[in-house]
C-alpha cells in the first residue's frame, strides 16, 4: 500500500473553499485514491475516489495531476458541518481488501 | 443511519473482563471489518470477515476474537482487558467483491476500561 502523507490539520473559515492536498509518491499503477470523512465519534464516510484528472460529486472535488503523486481534495463553501477529519487512502480497488488510515488531516472550520 | 448496526454504543467495564461487541452489516453485504481507533493510535484495522470465513487479519491482539455468523452478523469478543483497551470500535461492510469500494461503517462501540 502506497503511503500517504497529509497536513496534521488545517483551518478555514464559513464560506471559503478548502483544498487538503495528499501526497503518496509511491503509488502503484492499480491504486486508486479516496478520500474519508469522519466526524468526532462516528464512523468515516466516503467522499470521493479517483484515478487520475478530475473527479466531481456533490460533496467534493479530486484534483489528480498527470504523475499521480499527488491529489487534492476539494471542498466548496465549506460550513460549520464541515469541520470533520478528512483521511487519504491509497490502494487497489477492491471491495475484497480492508481500508489502511493514516493519520488525517483535522479541518476547523470557524464562523 | 448508515445501515450498519452496532451494539452496544457505550460499555463500561472493568479490567480482566470480558465483553462482546455486535455488529449488523448492511443488506446485502458479506464483508465485515473490525476497526479499533483510540485516541494515540488512530484507525487500526482488526480483521475482517467475508461471508463467514476470515479473510485479513490486522494488528488484532491474542485477547480479541471475532467471527461472523452465517446470517452474516459478526461479534468482536474482547477478554482480559485492559486499560488500553479503552477505544471506539467501529465495524464496516461492503459486498466484499472487487469493484464494490463503498465500505460503510457503523456508529461504534464506545468501551471504557476502568
Known amino acids: 500500500l502506497a503511503k500517504t502523507t497529509q497536513p496534521i490539520s488545517m483551518d478555514s473559515y464559513e464560506g471559503q473553499e478548502v483544498n487538503i492536498t495528499c501526497s503518496h509518491n509511491n503509488i502503484a499503477t492499480n491504486d486508486y485514491i479516496t478520500w474519508y470523512q469522519q466526524f468526532p465519534s462516528q464512523g468515516p464516510r466516503f467522499i470521493i475516489q479517483?484515478?487520475?484528472t478530475k473527479v466531481t460529486n456533490e460533496v467534493a472535488s479530486l484534483f489528480i495531476p498527470a504523475d499521480r503523486k499527488s491529489s487534492t481534495l476539494s471542498l466548496p463553501r465549506v460550513s460549520l458541518s464541515d469541520t470533520a477529519v478528512y483521511y487519504c487512502l491509497v490502494g487497489e480497488v477492491s471491495g475484497g481488501n480492508m481500508l489502511t488510515f493514516g493519520g488525517g488531516t483535522r479541518l476547523m472550520v470557524k464562523p | 443511519d448508515s445501515g450498519v448496526t452496532q451494539t452496544p454504543k457505550h460499555l463500561i467495564t472493568a479490567t480482566g473482563q470480558r465483553v462482546t461487541l455486535r455488529c449488523s452489516p448492511r443488506s446485502g453485504d458479506l464483508s465485515v471489518y473490525w476497526y479499533q481507533q483510540s485516541l494515540d493510535q488512530g484507525l487500526q484495522f482488526l480483521i475482517q470477515?467475508?461471508?463467514?470465513?476470515?479473510?485479513a487479519k490486522g494488528n488484532i491482539l491474542e485477547r480479541f476474537s471475532a467471527q461472523q455468523f452465517p446470517d452474516l452478523h459478526s461479534e468482536l469478543n474482547l477478554s482480559s482487558l485492559e486499560l488500553g483497551d479503552s477505544a471506539l470500535y467501529f465495524c464496516?461492510?461492503?459486498?466484499?467483491?472487487?469493484?464494490?469500494?463503498?465500505?460503510?461503517f457503523g456508529s461504534g462501540t464506545r468501551l471504557t476500561v476502568v
Open positions: 464496516a461492510s461492503n459486498t466484499g467483491t472487487v469493484l464494490d469500494y463503498g465500505y460503510t
Open positions: 479517483g484515478y487520475k
Open positions: 470477515y467475508y461471508n463467514g470465513e476470515e479473510r
